[in-house]
C-alpha cells in the first residue's frame, strides 16, 4: 500500500466532503476498549459516518493506554470491528503502557486483518515518549511506520533526531498548525523527504486554509492525482498523442489497425490467384516472353491488388487492373512478338477466361470490357 501523504486528523467532527489539498481523513473510530468517548459520543458511528462520504479516503485511529486501556489485544479487537478490513490503521500511545500490551495490540491487529499497514502515533522522540511511560523500542519494533507529532516549534527543531529514533521505519510528520507558526517547514520535509504530513485537526477555524498550503507542497516521488478518474484521463490524453491521422483517438487507431490486420490474409489471396490467373494467361497466348516479363506483368497486377479494399471489385478497380496490365504489357521488351490493340485484347479475353471461376460474371464482364476499349 501507498500511504496518502497528504493527511488530517479527525477527532468528533462530523463527515463532510475531502478537503481541497488533502489525499485522506484518519478519522478516530475508537477508544482502546470502547467506541464511546466522553459524553457519550460514538466514535465508531461517526467513523462510518465518514466512510460513507469519503470510501476508501477515510481511514481508521483509535488510542490505547491512558487515559484509556491498556489491554492491547480488546483494543485491537475494538478498532477491527469498528473498522473492518481497512488498509492502515493507527494506534495514538501518550501514557504509561507495557511493552506487552503494545506488541499485543500489534500481533492481535495483524491477525484479524491479514495485510493492513499499522502505524502508531506518540511524542515524536524516543526521550520524550519513554519519560511518559510509552514503550518506544517496543512501538518501533512492532509497528511499519511512525506518526510522531511535531507539534512544537522545539519539536520541529529535531527533527532529524525524530527520524533517526524511528530506526528505520517511515516516518509520516503529524503537525499542528495552530500550535506551530512554522509547521510548513515540518510538513515539508515530510513531503519531500519521507512519508508525508498530517494535520491537527479538523474543524478548527483555519483547518481549510492550511490543508490548502499542505496542498501546495510538492516534493519526491509522489504521483498526485486527485482521483482515479484523473488517472484514466492522463493516461487517455497520453494515448490518444499516438492516434492515427483522421482517427479521433488512440482507440479508434487501435480498432482500424486490428480491421486492416484482419483483412491482410484475403488481400494477399486475392493477389496470389489474380497473379496465377494472369500468367496462365500469358502462357496461353504462345508469346515468346522470357520468365523476366511474364514476372512483370504478374508484378503490375500484384502490385495494383495489394491496394484494393478486400471486397466486391468496382468498375473503377477492374479497369485499374486492366490499366496495369496493358500498361505493362506496351512497355516491356518482346523481341519480334508486336503486341498492338488486337493483342491486348486478346489478352484480356484470356484473362478473363481464366479467372471466371474466381470473379463473379459481373467482375469478368467488366474486365472484358476494359480490355476491349480502343
Request: proline content about 6%.
Amino acid at each position: 500500500m501507498t500511504i496518502p501523504r497528504r493527511l488530517g486528523w479527525v477527532l468528533r467532527t462530523p463527515p463532510e466532503p475531502l478537503p481541497a489539498g488533502l489525499e485522506a481523513m484518519l478519522v478516530r473510530a475508537a477508544e482502546a476498549t470502547s467506541t464511546e468517548g466522553s459524553g457519550g459520543f460514538d466514535y465508531a458511528g461517526n467513523y462510518r459516518a465518514w466512510k460513507r462520504v469519503l470510501g476508501p479516503r477515510a481511514l481508521p485511529w483509535t488510542r490505547l493506554g491512558p487515559p484509556a486501556s491498556t489491554d492491547g489485544i480488546a483494543s485491537a479487537e475494538v478498532v477491527a470491528a469498528a473498522a473492518p478490513g481497512e488498509l492502515l490503521y493507527v494506534v495514538e500511545i501518550q501514557g504509561s503502557l507495557p511493552d506487552t500490551e503494545a506488541v499485543a495490540f500489534a500481533n492481535r491487529l495483524r491477525v484479524l486483518v491479514p495485510g493492513a499497514l499499522l502505524g502508531f502515533s506518540s511524542y515524536p522522540t524516543r526521550a520524550q515518549a519513554s519519560s511518559h511511560g510509552v514503550p518506544w523500542d517496543a512501538c518501533v519494533a512492532a509497528f511499519d511506520l511512525g506518526l510522531p507529532q511535531v507539534h512544537f516549534p522545539q519539536q520541529r527543531a529535531q527533527l532529524e533526531r525524530i527520524v533517526a529514533d524511528h530506526r528505520g521505519r517511515g516516518v509520516h510528520v503529524a503537525v499542528s498548525p495552530g500550535d506551530d507558526p512554522g509547521w510548513v517547514a515540518a510538513a515539508s520535509a515530510g513531503i519531500t523527504r519521507y512519508l508525508g504530513a498530517s494535520l491537527w485537526r479538523h474543524g478548527l477555524d483555519q483547518f481549510t486554509a492550511w490543508a490548502q498550503q499542505l496542498g501546495d507542497v510538492h516534493g519526491g516521488d509522489e504521483f498526485d492525482m486527485a482521483t482515479i478518474a484523473d488517472l484514466e484521463n492522463a493516461v487517455r490524453k497520453v494515448l490518444n498523442e499516438g492516434a492515427g491521422q483522421g482517427q479521433a483517438s488512440w482507440a479508434a487507431t487501435s480498432a482500424a489497425a486490428f480491421a486492416a490486420t484482419q483483412a491482410l490474409p484475403d488481400r494477399l489471396d486475392r493477389v496470389v490467384h489474380v497473379t496465377r490467373a494472369t500468367k496462365e494467361a500469358m502462357d496461353a497466348l504462345h508469346l515468346t516472353l522470357s520468365a523476366a516479363e511474364v514476372q512483370a506483368v504478374a508484378a503490375a497486377v500484384a502490385t495494383r491488388l495489394s491496394d484494393l479494399p478486400p471486397a466486391t471489385l468496382t468498375d473503377g478497380e477492374v479497369q485499374a487492373i486492366a490499366d496495369a496490365v496493358a500498361t505493362k504489357l506496351m512497355d516491356i521488351p518482346l523481341g519480334m512478338v508486336a503486341l498492338d490493340d488486337a493483342s491486348i485484347t486478346k489478352v484480356g479475353e484470356e484473362v478473363s477466361s481464366l479467372v471466371t471461376d474466381r470473379l463473379g460474371p459481373g467482375v469478368i464482364a467488366a474486365l472484358r470490357a476494359q480490355f476491349q476499349k480502343p
